[in-house]
């Protein structure tokens, strides 16, 4: 089993910048997508950004050129800058592993942690 534990959200005004951050629990073995996502109340939960194994990464549309997601393998972190934030940034943000391991592949999903942005 993998905890993955996030921090980093807060209130902030628009144009602000917060660092989020999602540290796992072990080193994570085999090959390992990590990806943040955010869910704003009423609204289904998206993908804002993420990074697989060989440091490929993927954004939301709305995101690109704002946010920046990044790993630390060796303290089993991984981070979203977020600068130049908007009101429509403002969600729950949740950390999730994609683990692939001797054939077997099982999700991890962090608690999540609350962004507001404020205009």
């Known amino acids: 089993q993998v905890q993955l534990v996030e921090s980093g959200g807060g209130l902030v005004q628009a144009g602000g910048s917060l660092r989020l951050s999602c540290a796992a629990s072990?080193?994570?073995?085999?090959?390992?997508?990590m990806g943040w996502y955010r869910q704003a109340p009423g609204k289904q939960r998206e993908l804002v950004a993420s990074?697989?194994?060989?440091?490929?990464?993927n954004y939301a549309d709305s995101v690109k050129g704002r946010f920046t997601i990044s790993r630390d393998n060796a303290k089993n972190t991984v981070y979203l800058q977020m600068n130049s934030l908007k009101p429509e940034d403002s969600a729950d943000y949740y950390c999730?592993?994609?683990?692939?391991?001797?054939?077997?592949?099982?999700?991890?999903w962090g608690q999540g942690t609350q962004v507001t942005v404020s205009s």
């Open positions: 072990r080193r994570i073995l085999g090959i390992s997508t």
């Open positions: 999730k592993l994609e683990n692939i391991y001797l054939g077997t592949r099982t999700d991890y």
């Open positions: 990074m697989a194994s060989g440091d490929s990464t």
